[in-house]
């Protein structure tokens, strides 16, 4: 494995990775959106740096559960609604222009891929911007809960803490007094139209990513630690069908011992830099 640390190396690595390897399937983390004011989950070293996201059974059978998410919710997800696309996010829009992108596979849930005009792009984990019954299958949009939230629950909209990931915040109090708001159809749980953690991705989304890699050059991982298996088998694929895979992830990744170019440099810009090398 080649390993880089200096984003000027870095762009010049990558931009012959991508003259080389013209195609790329690539694959974003929460490492592309903390320029945004989005926070990301874990260190360079791949550990947690808070506690862990709410689990999908826990929040399906735990009426508590609920409670502090959708509680929380009221602080965390203006910080994901009003975000708006960084460097990151239009680079790869323009990489997309200049037709070096088969398919862009993100992590992600907050659009922002989308929202800085990339078209070819799968939400692999859903979108937070909508929410969605467990029951009936209603769908609305994520606002549209967060102002029934705020009508319900006068007394918690004077609660600041800071933001976590995917609309959370870290916030302790007791939230058993909160009313949850159900869905305006059939009063089913509603959550939102994310793969929470211990949920599967769907089906239809693997698969199209899946013949996307197949069909394409090299894999490019970016902003991401690869701790999650929905990403990480990917990598695992392409190896096993000899695609090289190039990283541009600050700190450790669970797929080092089978990346081919590991850049652990600035990702805004090492990709600036690349961009003015590959027109």
């Given amino acids: 494995m080649r390993k880089i640390t200096n984003h000027q190396d870095a762009a010049l690595a990558l931009a012959e990775f991508i003259n080389d390897h013209p195609s790329l399937f690539i694959l974003t983390g929460a490492g592309v959106s903390t320029d945004s004011g989005i926070p990301d989950y874990r260190d360079e070293k791949g550990d947690w740096k808070r506690k ?75 979108r937070s911007d909508r929410a969605i019954c467990m029951n009936c299958g209603f769908q609305c ?7 029934r939230s705020a009508l319900l629950n006068p007394d918690f909209l004077h609660f600041t803490a800071t933001a976590a990931p995917d609309g959370d915040a870290d916030l302790d109090t007791d939230f058993s007094n909160f009313d949850v708001p159900d869905c305006p159809k059939c009063g089913g749980i509603l959550k939102p139209d994310v793969v ?47 695609k090289p895979i190039a990283s541009l992830t600050l700190g450790k990744t669970r797929a080092d011992d089978i ?21």
């Avoid at 239009?90 to 990489?95: H, I, K, P, S, V």
């Avoid at 090492?270 to 090398?277: G, R």
Wanted: with cysteine; net charge neutral; charged share 20%.
């Fill in 196 to 242: 929470f953690f211990g949920d599967n991705v769907p089906k239809q989304h693997v698969e199209t990513a899946l013949s996307a890699l197949e069909a394409s050059d090299a894999m490019l991982v970016i902003g991401s630690s690869l701790m999650v298996y929905s990403g990480y088998r990917f990598c695992k694929r392409a190896q096993e069908w000899n």
């Fill in 52 to 126: 862990q996201p709410v689990q999908h059974q826990d929040f399906m059978t735990s009426a508590a559960t609920r409670q502090r998410y959708w509680g929380r919710s009221l602080i965390g997800w203006p910080i994901i609604r009003d975000a708006k696309p960084n460097t990151c996010h239009q680079a790869l829009t323009e990489l997309e222009q200049l037709t070096h992108l088969h398919l862009l596979v993100t992590q992600n849930v907050d659009r922002l891929h989308q929202a800085a005009g990339s078209q070819k792009v799968i939400d692999l984990h859903g």
């Fill in 141 to 147: 949009p994520r606002d549209e809960i967060h102002h």
């Fill in 259 to 279: 990346t081919h170019l590991k850049l652990s440099a600035k990702i805004d810009q090492t990709l600036i830099a690349t961009l003015a090398l590959i027109k």
